[in-house]
């Protein structure tokens, strides 16, 4: 495509003085009024008289006519034809050429508008605030290296970071395959960690046939009512149930380890085998879900699977994420000073010490309750 700004294109490409654009070429600008500026008087070749008298009489209003400027004195020296053939065959003056280069630094003058028969002088290499950041080929070289220094990553940096995200990206999925590969239950545990706690397995007649025995009815019970709430709330018979299956184990275990109504506990929203644990039965678990009115956590008010009973000591289950971490240090706190001040009156210690029991899944490890509860009660030496 023709460029108004190439000035090696054929004279039939070139743009005439005529045009819209309204010059030969756009890398020299004039300058403002009372700008000094280092130039040099090149005197540009005629406008034609007939195409000067066409832009005259076509209606344009007089600043849209064609404003002819001048070519670098570099591009002329290089292009002893530098003006335009198809505005004139004049050769170019030597002499003048020579005049020009050794002129003296000149004041830029006003420009006024061309007559029709005559072309103005034109200073060079002054361009105003607002024209494009174009060098001129006269201006020195050192204004061309004035360039941008703000250093540019290499190829070699962006290669490292994308090897970086790749290494990333490759040990979140590994790790991910691990924990849901279905049989990590047989890998051996992880060895070589500071605190390593030595359990020593009991033997069948250490823990006796019952407890077994009633361990698995309570996970067996915690299972069924967790697939039962949520078969019910497909068939849109009930309205909200969070599962609590894969904890039955762990949660029944620490569940026999209190008593209801003479400990606390602060559960969260997961903890269905441990509250059938420490005393609430499966027709209290349906009641909430159901929303009855004989519903112990909340009279039918309290969401499903968010436990509360009075009179087993069981805090009202919060949504909120480790939100039960503090209220069960101030129930601990509670305890420590009454079996203090018992103690001070001489009133006989309690045969089982009373203790809290808090829980949460690993997401409430996170937040600021869980750090400051372990704080507190580890400061304290609570029963927590």
Request: glycine residues 8%.
């Amino acid at each position: 495509m023709a460029s108004e700004n190439n000035p090696d294109l054929p004279a039939d490409d070139r743009p005439s003085p005529t045009s819209d654009s309204g010059r030969y070429t756009t890398r020299t600008f004039l300058a403002p009024q009372s700008a000094e500026v280092q130039s040099t008087e090149v005197q540009p070749a005629e406008v034609p008289a007939a195409d000067a008298h066409a832009a005259e009489g076509d209606g344009a209003p007089p600043d849209s006519r064609a404003e002819p400027a001048a070519a670098p004195v570099a591009e002329m020296a290089a292009e002893p034809a530098a003006a335009d053939d198809a505005a004139t065959d004049a050769p170019l003056d030597a002499d003048r050429l020579r005049a020009a280069l050794e002129a003296e630094p000149v004041t830029a003058e006003p420009v006024a508008e061309p007559a029709a028969d005559e072309a103005p002088e034109v200073t060079a290499d002054a361009a105003p605030a607002d024209a494009p950041a174009e060098v001129s080929a006269s201006e020195p070289e050192s204004v061309a290296d004035a360039s941008d220094t703000t250093p540019v990553a290499s190829a070699g940096d962006a290669a490292d970071s994308i090897g970086d995200d790749a290494d990333i990206t490759a040990d979140v999925d590994t790790a991910f395959d691990e924990e849901t590969d279905p049989n990590k239950g047989s890998r051996p545990a992880p060895v070589g960690f500071e605190g390593d706690l030595e359990v020593t397995p009991l033997t069948l007649e250490e823990v006796g046939q019952e407890t077994l025995m009633a361990c698995l009815r309570t996970m067996m019970t915690s299972r069924r009512l967790d697939e039962k709430m949520l078969t019910l709330l497909k068939q849109g018979k009930g309205y909200f149930h969070i599962g609590s299956s894969g904890h039955e184990a762990s949660q029944t275990a620490m569940g026999r380890a209190f008593v209801g109504g003479h400990d606390a506990f602060c559960f969260y929203y997961r903890d269905l085998a441990t509250a059938l644990s420490v005393g609430m039965t499966p027709h209290e678990i349906l009641r909430a879900h159901f929303g009855k009115a004989g519903d112990p956590n909340g009279g039918g008010r309290q969401m499903p699977e968010h436990f509360g009973h009075k009179e087993l000591n069981i805090l009202s289950t919060s949504s909120s994420v480790a939100a039960q971490y503090l209220p069960a240090v101030g129930f601990a706190l509670a305890y420590q000073r009454d079996a203090a001040a018992a103690e001070k009156a001489g009133e006989p210690a309690l045969e089982t010490p009373k203790a809290v029991y808090v829980s949460g899944g690993e997401g409430s490890t996170s937040q600021g309750g869980f750090h400051e509860g372990l704080n507190w009660a580890a400061r304290e030496a609570l029963p927590v």
